[in-house]
């Protein structure tokens, strides 16, 4: 099949999209399917593998993002469809990450050239609106919005069943398929002992320190700002526990100055930005992975923790809810500071129940391994890749037809 992949936000950022993206580029087109990825262009920039075509940029919603404090990395585009018309042309299907202004304009394209339409959506939008001004209108234009999204998808994916029940809340009522993101399972093994060894000598985690690790980026829709405050109690009264912050972002200066302004900025170590490939490593330097994100869909980031059998501790939401499995590979707590921390001291007091979740972290994301999701996709690309050749097939001669009667009707 001929298969075109839309996303807003593409290297040389990296985010969970991005990853998403790529792995199933390359994951399709190991088995033998041709791909193709929309995306802005980004200045200076240069792609290095093939079938990826870039818009021109227009703009970019950079000032609004750092009021916000959040780092999508989304451009605007010119999003001229025609300019890559002999591409499009030879597509089976159109599969969209985001529909924004680079999405919806070539699913606009797409509808009228009979060319089938999927969108994954994986954004929580819920948690978004309490971040944004106008929260009651925010409600009502994304409800317009998914109401044309459902207009000009053939289908719609969500990665976890508690997002498609928001989806049918905000107005979609066609056919929503749930496929989980997938990761590759066997990047997830236990680095050399050197390497460990030299990663706790750098960031100064040896000594039978405890680790708690989140890996992301640093962005107020993370929730960090709680995430540091609920465990405060913890980090000032125990001086055997560190926690270990994985990537960089829009607010890592304020989460320094809060671990100052806290007298934690010995139990809480940054790392700046971290290469994806070498991301792997920093699992295995810790006991539990830690997150009070609500505003996730199907984090990567815990799919990479327990594959490498580490714990999750997370509040219970969209996302780690789908994930997680309270006990069994991790805990959820209620989105307080008290009940998070509590889960947190309970995983490291109690030897027994680490052990086992951590046995079962690994265990669990057999379901999501990057070949399965591969395999689901495929299967539903084929179904209206095929729905959508017919319904082409029958609209020639019915053009036909009324062209014909047409001219019959207008001779004397």
């Known amino acids: ?32 399917h041709t791909v193709h990825v929309f995306a802005p262009r980004e200045k200076g920039y240069r792609d290095r593998e093939p079938n990826v075509h870039r818009f021109p940029m227009f703009g970019s919603f950079g000032a609004a993002e750092r009021l916000m404090g959040v780092e999508l990395g989304w451009k605007i585009p010119l999003p001229n469809p025609s300019r890559f018309r002999h591409v499009l042309a030879t597509l089976d299907v159109l599969h969209m990450h985001h529909m924004f202004v680079l999405g919806m304009a070539l699913s606009f394209y797409a509808k009228q050239h009979g060319i089938p339409v999927l969108f994954t959506n994986h954004t929580n939008y819920r948690e978004f609106e309490s971040i944004l001004p106008a ?16 207009r000009l998808c053939t289908r719609v994916i969500s990665p976890g069943q508690k997002m498609k029940e928001q989806l049918r809340d905000y107005g979609i009522h066609g056919p929503i398929d749930v496929i989980p993101n997938g990761i590759s399972l066997r990047k997830f093994t236990p680095p050399a002992a050197e390497q460990l060894a030299e990663l706790k000598e750098r960031w100064d985690l040896g000594r039978g320190r405890k680790v708690l690790v ?20 913890l980090l000032a009264s ?24 806290l007298s934690l900025e010995h139990s809480i170590v940054f790392t700046g930005y971290v290469p994806y490939l070498e ?51 991790g805990l959820l707590t209620r989105p307080s500071a008290e009940a998070f921390r509590r889960g ?58 009324r062209r014909r009667l047409s001219a019959e009707e207008s001779r004397p």
């Not at 490498?308 to 994930?323: F, Y």
Request: proline share 3%; charged share 25%; with cysteine.
């Open 1 to 32: 099949m001929n298969i075109g992949l839309v996303t807003e936000s593409y290297l040389p950022h990296v985010n969970g999209v991005v990853n998403l993206v790529q792995a199933l580029k390359h994951g399709l087109e190991a088995e033998g």
């Open 344 to 401: 947190v001291e309970r995983a490291l007091d109690d030897p027994d129940l680490l052990a086992g979740m951590s046995v079962n972290a690994k265990k669990s994301v057999d379901r999501l391994a990057v070949e399965l999701c591969i395999e689901r996709h495929v299967e539903l690309y084929a179904s209206v890749a095929r729905r959508g050749r017919a319904g082409r097939r029958l609209a020639v001669p019915g053009a036909l037809d």
């Open 238 to 261: 125990r001086q055997d526990v560190r926690l270990l912050f994985v990537g960089g972002g829009p607010i890592k200066r304020h989460l320094e100055a809060l671990a100052r302004h």
């Open 214 to 233: 989140y890996v992301g980026r640093l962005s107020k829709e993370k929730n960090l700002d709680f995430l540091v405050r609920s465990l405060h109690p």
């Open 135 to 150: 929260r009651g209108l925010n409600t009502y234009v994304l409800r317009a919005w998914f109401w044309a999204v459902s």
């Open 279 to 329: 991301i792997e490593r920093y699992y295995f330097l810790a006991d539990l992975f830690v997150t009070a994100s609500l505003s996730e869909v199907f984090p990567l980031t815990v799919i990479e923790a327990l594959s490498s059998s580490l714990p999750v501790i997370a509040i219970d939401a969209v996302g780690t809810g789908d994930i997680v499995a309270d006990g069994y590979n």
